[in-house]
């Protein structure tokens, strides 16, 4: 039986909760994208982008990390 909202990577959603209202790169197995990270969802994340949304599925991403300031 599966639950409804389930979330599939339990590790990587705590980890992305820890991040949110931060500006984070997030390479997917087709692109890099950086942005600030506004949402984590069950399956996906928002990611802003010059004033955009941008969900991004959790079975896309390959890594996540902080992103630097440059000084």
Same mark, same amino acid.
């Given at each position: 039986m599966t639950q409804v909202g389930s979330i599939s990577n339990p590790y990587l959603?705590? &980890?992305?909760?820890?991040? @949110? #209202?931060?500006? @984070?790169?997030?390479? &997917?197995?087709?692109? @890099?994208?950086? #942005?600030?990270l506004i949402s984590v969802l069950s399956d996906d994340i928002v990611l802003e982008v010059s004033r955009t949304p941008f969900f991004i599925s959790m079975k896309e991403i390959v890594w996540v990390t902080l992103a630097t300031m440059k000084k």
């Open positions: 959603y705590e &980890t992305l909760n820890m991040m @949110i #209202g931060q500006a @984070i790169v997030v390479q &997917t197995k087709k692109n @890099i994208q950086q #942005g600030k």
